[in-house]
C-alpha cells in the first residue's frame, strides 16, 4: 500500500501561471517532507522540505505547504517557467527511521508551455 | 565541489547474472543510500550505508547487498538477476548528520534480458 501518494501523474500549465502539485500520506508519524524534480536522464534533485512543525517554507518561486490533520502537503511554483517542466516526486522521512530511508511518491509530470 | 558520480550509466545482463553499481559520494558526504526506481514508479529505498555499515534497509531479499569503503564509496551487487530487476538504479549522498536532504546521481540503467 502507497504511503506517499500523487494522485495527478501529469499537469499542465501555462508559462506565468501558478503550479500546483499535490501529495497525501497516510502514516501520521511522517516528520519530515521533501520535494524533489527530476529531469530526463538526470538524478532527482532536491527543491525544497518542510519539517512537521511548520505549515509553510518558501524559496524563492517555490512554497510548500504542510496540512497535517488532512496529511496533505502542496508543492506551489509561482511564477511558472518553461524550465520547471520536469517530474517532482513528493517524499517522506519517518520519524526514527534512517536518514536515507525516504518515501516517495509515483510522481506528477509538470508541462509548462510557453 | 563534486557531485554524486555512478558507473556505469547504462548495462544489459541476462536472467541470473550478477551485477555490480558504483558510486561516489559527494565530497564531505559520509552516508550513501540506494534507491531502485522501476518505469513509472518513485524511487524506493534499497538501503544505506554510514562508516562502512548498513544502517538500514527496505523491503528488498538479500541478493541486494552492498558495500561502502573509507573513501564513502559504494557498490550495490545484485546476485541471481531476474527481469524485475530491470530499473533505473539512483545512489544519493548525505552529510550523516541531522539534514535529511539527499543528492543523487545520475543512476545507472540496468536492463534485463
Known amino acids: ?114 | 565541489e563534486t557531485g554524486v558520480t555512478q558507473s556505469p550509466t547504462h548495462l544489459i545482463k541476462t536472467r541470473g547474472q550478477q551485477v555490480t553499481l558504483r558510486c561516489s559520494s559527494q565530497s564531505g558526504h559520509n552516508t550513501v543510500s540506494w534507491y531502485q526506481q522501476a518505469l513509472g514508479q518513485g524511487p524506493q529505498f534499497i538501503f544505506q550505508y554510514y562508516r562502512e555499515e548498513e544502517n538500514g534497509r527496505g523491503n528488498f531479499p538479500p541478493r541486494f547487498s552492498g558495500l561502502q569503503f573509507p573513501n564513502y564509496s559504494s557498490e550495490l551487487n545484485v546476485n541471481a538477476l531476474e527481469l524485475d530487476d530491470s530499473a533505473l538504479y539512483l545512489c544519493a549522498s548525505s552529510s550523516g548528520t541531522r539534514g535529511v536532504e539527499l543528492f543523487f546521481g545520475e543512476g545507472s540503467r540496468l536492463t534485463v534480458l
Open chain 1, 1 to 114: 500500500d502507497q504511503q506517499v501518494k500523487q494522485n495527478s501523474p501529469s499537469l499542465s500549465v501555462q508559462e506565468g501561471r501558478i503550479s500546483i502539485l499535490n501529495c497525501d500520506y497516510t502514516n501520521s508519524m511522517f516528520d519530515y517532507f521533501l520535494w524533489y524534480k527530476k529531469y530526463p536522464a538526470e538524478g532527482p534533485t532536491f527543491l525544497i522540505s518542510i519539517s512537521s512543525i511548520k505549515d509553510k517554507n518558501e524559496d524563492g518561486r517555490f512554497t510548500v505547504f504542510l496540512n497535517k490533520s488532512a496529511k496533505h502537503l502542496s508543492l506551489h511554483i509561482v511564477p511558472s517557467q518553461p524550465g520547471d517542466s520536469a517530474v517532482y516526486f513528493c517524499a517522506s522521512k519517518g520519524a526514527g527511521g534512517s536518514q536515507g530511508n525516504l518515501i516517495f511518491g509515483k510522481g506528477t509530470k509538470l508541462s509548462v508551455k510557453p
